[in-house]
């Protein structure tokens, strides 16, 4: 039962990074997954969701137009693409799922985070 999260690196800003999170234990099909991040000294915040099918996304307003969000259920791995990366986006990512309703609010599980440093 884990989500292992990767991708994460150093990258300059108006760069690109992709993030990765593979899920095991689970029927990963069933459940809503999202991403997350915290910056330093801050806290955790919602950063984009995917429902079961891929079908329905939603994005926090500081990465909409940016970041996409996209899932492989034959390959139980969500994934988020970072693109025009800011400075501000440095933080450590988080993937989640969630059963019942958006991922975006209360998770089930966790993952561990990947670090994501974006230079100026």
């Known amino acids: 039962v884990q989500l292992q999260a990767s991708g994460g690196g150093l990258v300059q800003a108006g760069g690109s990074l992709r993030l990765s999170c593979a899920a095991s234990?689970?029927?990963?099909?069933?459940?809503?997954m999202g991403w997350f991040r915290q910056a330093p000294g801050k806290e955790r915040e919602f950063v984009a969701q995917?429902?079961?099918?891929?079908?329905?996304?939603s994005y926090a307003d500081s990465v909409k137009g940016r970041f996409t969000i996209s899932r492989d259920n034959a390959k139980n791995t969500v994934y988020l693409q970072m693109n025009s990366l800011k400075p501000e986006d440095t933080a450590v990512y988080y993937c989640?799922?969630?059963?019942?309703?958006?991922?975006?609010?209360?998770?089930?599980?966790w993952g561990q985070g990947t670090q994501v440093t974006v230079s100026s």
């Open positions: 995917i429902s079961r099918s891929g079908g329905s996304t």
């Open positions: 234990g689970r029927t990963f099909s069933s459940y809503n």
């Open positions: 989640a799922q969630k059963l019942y309703g958006s991922a975006r609010y209360d998770p089930d599980y």
